[in-house]
Nanobody
Framework: QVQLVESGGGSVQAGGSLRLSCAGS???????MGWFRQAPGKEREGVAR???????TYVDAVKGRFAISRDNAKNALYLQMNSLKPEDTGMYYC???????????????????WGQGTQVTVSS
């Protein structure tokens, strides 16, 4: 059974850092992986994605502050978040799809599998 489990969320002050993790299963190695976030009352938005060979793409709002990475040997996905801002607050989700990452990576409908989410709260 496909399962994604996020961890690492928490509450920090602006300027702080957090590292999110997502544990997957065997399908992980052949999947495009993404991180999404959703603030209350807002739509879920794509934050970053990484393909099977480690190429990455970021939404403009997090470029230079966030870094997505993966460890296929451990079936793990990470999101290092630095210089956090209050507007980064939200529930963060990892997502996977057994497909090549493409132009649709930021659309939630592109992904088949989702974790349960981990809350990130950044105070000013």
């Amino acid at each position: 059974q496909v399962q994604l489990v996020e961890s690492g969320g928490g509450s920090v002050q602006a300027g702080g850092s957090l590292r999110l993790s997502c544990a997957g299963s065997e399908f992980f190695k052949s999947s495009c992986m993404g991180w999404f976030r959703q603030a209350p009352g807002k739509e879920r938005e794509g934050v970053a994605r990484i393909d099977t060979i480690g190429r990455t793409t970021y939404v403009d709002a997090v470029k230079g502050r966030f870094a997505i990475s993966r460890d296929n040997a451990k079936n793990a996905l990470y999101l290092q978040m630095n210089s956090l801002k209050p507007e980064d607050t939200g529930m963060y989700y990892c997502a996977a799809v057994r497909a090549w990452c493409g132009g649709s990576w930021s659309r939630p409908s592109f992904y088949n599998y989702w974790g349960q989410g981990t809350q990130v709260t950044v105070s000013s």
